[in-house]
Nanobody, 128 residues
Framework: QLQLAESGGASVQSGGSLRLSCAASGFTRDYYAVAWIRQAPGKGREVVSCITSTGGIQYYADFVEGRFTIPGDPTTNIFDLQMNNLKPEDTGLYFC?????????????????????WGQGTQVTVSS
């Protein structure tokens, strides 16, 4: 059974950096997509970034504006999210989510509902 666990969330000041980690285990398919999805207080969930298991597809939401990256090698199950120049509007609960199998080829860039497995989330708070 696929299990996901996020860590690395914290409270930082505007302009600061954080690195979120997603520990994933129990994949049942060789091909999958891993997304970082966030939910701000009082708002719906939105996809921040997405990468496929081969690294062949990467997606970042427009609001990222080059501030966030997925460092590391996805083929080694490393799906960290490096966030730089954080803004107060980046505050929210950040989830790691996965979609496995054939559908994973088409989910990066789609909405949160396309991802089947979710972690519990890690809180990011950015103060001005």
């Amino acid at each position: 059974q696929l299990q996901l666990a996020e860590s690395g969330g914290a409270s930082v000041q505007s302009g600061g950096s954080l690195r979120l980690s997603c520990a994933a285990s129990g994949f049942t398919r060789d091909y999958y997509a891993v997304a970082w999805i966030r939910q701000a207080p009082g708002k719906g969930r939105e996809v921040v970034s997405c990468i496929t298991s081969t690294g062949g597809i990467q997606y970042y939401a427009d609001f990222v504006e080059g501030r966030f990256t997925i460092p590391g090698d996805p083929t080694t199950n490393i799906f960290d999210l490096q966030m730089n120049n954080l803004k107060p509007e980046d505050t929210g609960l950040y989830f790691c989510a996965v979609e496995e199998g054939g559908r994973a080829r088409a989910v990066c860039g789609e909405g949160p509902s396309y991802f089947s497995s979710w972690g519990q989330g890690t809180q990011v708070t950015v103060s001005s």
